[in-house]
């Protein structure tokens, strides 16, 4: 086919997305019978395409920034508002070709941020995402991640040094990996090259900072003991799904001065108490309320295998990571002052002699009337609401 002039912007990108081979200027000057002079007109407006964003250069292909392979590997990058789970290519040079687009996945996703999978790849059905994805297989390399200190080293070029000792060998990071680290810095690679000769080859994927604050020393502790700190995407989408409780058949203790004590930062309140005199005996009434998660949490849900791996929470000088999500532990079930919880309520009755007479547990549904710091509550000896 010949053509007296270069092809159209539209021409080129329909012959590359058709193409099943590697695509250069060669092979599209072939094919359009672009000979001579138009040749350097033809490399100007490849150039062009490419500044604009519309091709990227991956070894030897050309590739449409507005395509994506119909079949290809993503990463986890979080859930939307709509607890929709979405991800990112894995191969994408952003040098070349601006930010990865965001995919969503449908049907839901058992993964976590982070976690790869083989997905098939089609135009998406709404203006939110470009493209939608349904997962092939799962493809999770979190035993590729590693958290370590970059390095450069005089001669032998940049390094990661490994933050968990049982890691023994150094990496290597080859120039354009390094995603702009600087020598020092707190950063987690991914895996690209297992050892064979010479050093393990190790890409950048996010870079964390200075290694001595606060933040990042827990960090290290997270990894160093293997704590899991990131809720998989079914997990997520499961607590945001969650509707508020059903107060039918539980005991209504909203009439009772409930108050929960806790520090003056804390952003979660799982328990409450309350306590009487009785003038009749000297003894006293106390009730101690604590959070009711199984008003949310079902046997068997992806929220509860969840918490069975976790165990509990674990708490650090600047951070928690929590057994449940924060739309459980920091909403739901926080015993907000002046709002309904459901709650699981032990109510006991002691004599003047401190002995405890009788207890009780009931499922009720309770309203904290007050938020006290445990300064609050040492200093007054009564408190009236």
């Not at 000792?165 to 690209?192: C, F, N, P, T, Y």
Request: contains cysteine; proline residues 6%; aromatic residues 4%.
């Amino acid at each position: 086919m010949l053509f007296r002039s270069l092809p159209s912007e539209a021409e080129i990108l329909a012959f590359i997305q058709a193409s099943p081979s590697i695509v250069g200027k060669r092979e599209i000057a072939r094919h359009f019978a672009v000979k001579g002079a138009g040749k350097i007109a033809l490399k100007s407006l490849l150039k062009r395409l490419a500044d604009e964003g519309k091709l990227a250069r991956r070894q030897r292909k050309l590739i449409d920034t507005s395509t994506l392979p119909p079949v290809t590997v993503l990463e986890i990058a979080g859930i939307d508002k709509d607890g929709e789970a979405f991800a990112e290519p894995v191969e994408w040079d952003e040098r070349l070709a601006g930010k990865p687009p965001r995919i969503v996945i449908e049907g839901g996703i058992a993964g976590r941020k982070g976690d790869r999978v083989l997905a098939k790849i089609a135009p998406a059905r709404d203006g939110s995402y470009r493209f939608r994805a349904k997962v092939i297989k799962p493809l999770s390399d979190r035993a590729q991640r590693v958290l370590g200190v970059y390095r450069l080293e005089r001669g032998l070029g940049a390094r990661i040094v490994p933050v968990d000792k049982k890691q023994r060998h150094e990496l290597q990071v080859l120039a354009g990996d390094e995603m702009g680290a600087v020598s020092g810095e707190l950063v987690e690679a991914e895996i690209v090259k297992e050892r064979g000769r010479g050093l393990p080859q190790a890409r950048v994927r996010e870079r964390l900072g200075d290694l001595a604050s606060q933040k990042n020393i827990s960090l290290i502790a997270i990894h160093q003991h293997g704590i899991p700190h990131e809720f998989p995407a079914r997990v997520t989408a499961e607590s945001d799904g969650l509707k508020p409780f059903a107060p039918a058949g539980r005991d209504d203790f909203r009439h009772l001065p409930l108050v929960t004590i806790d520090p003056p930062d804390a952003r979660d309140h799982d328990d409450a108490v309350w306590a009487e005199i009785d003038p009749a005996t000297g003894g006293a009434r106390i009730v101690v309320a604590i959070a009711d998660v199984a008003a949310y949490v079902r046997p068997g849900s992806a929220l509860d295998r969840e918490a069975r791996i976790r165990g509990n929470s674990v708490y650090f000088p600047d951070r928690v990571v929590p057994m449940l999500p924060e739309r459980i532990s920091n909403d739901l079930c926080s015993l907000r002052e002046g709002q309904d919880r459901p709650a699981l309520a032990c109510t006991m009755e002691f004599d003047a002699s401190g002995r405890k007479v009788s207890h009780r547990f009931t499922r009720v549904t309770m309203r904290s009337h007050a938020k006290l710091s445990y300064e609050e509550a040492q200093r007054s000896e009564e408190h009236t609401f």
